[in-house]
């Protein structure tokens, strides 16, 4: 069973940035196609970022612009730099994996999930 465990999450300003990680128990996480969603209060789950293998990436359009994501195959962990952060990005982030090489923002395509790191950014 793949375990991930994301850390980073915390409370910024408006306009200021913040870099989740994604700690992923696989010794090639080039091997997963690797997201991020959130999750607000009341809200449905959102894709947020998605790489497939090494170089494929799709966001969200609330993100483009402001948020990329990266794999670190040294350490096995997935990263969301998030820059020009606004108060709607405030969520809980979950990490997210799939064997398949799809790309896709589809949660329900998913199998394995971390248990989440919360974002506040406050006006």
């Known amino acids: 069973q793949l375990k991930l465990v994301e850390s980073g999450g915390g409370s910024v300003q408006a306009g200021g940035s913040l870099i989740l990680s994604c700690a992923v128990s696989?010794?090639?996480?080039?091997?997963?196609?690797m997201a991020w969603f959130r999750q607000a209060p009341g809200k449905e789950r959102e894709g947020v970022a998605t790489?497939?293998?090494?170089?494929?990436?799709r966001y969200a359009e609330s993100v483009k612009g402001r948020f990329t994501i990266s794999k670190d195959s040294a350490s096995n962990t997935l990263n969301l730099q998030m820059n020009s952060l606004k108060p709607e990005d405030t969520a809980m982030y979950y990490c997210?994996?799939?064997?398949?090489?799809?790309?896709?923002?589809?949660?329900?395509?998913?199998?394995?999930w971390g248990q989440g790191t919360q974002v506040t950014v406050s006006s």
């Open positions: 790489m497939a293998g090494v170089f494929a990436e």
């Open positions: 997210a994996a799939k064997l398949a090489s799809r790309i896709s923002l589809d949660s329900d395509e998913y199998p394995y």
């Open positions: 696989t010794n090639n996480v080039n091997r997963y196609s």
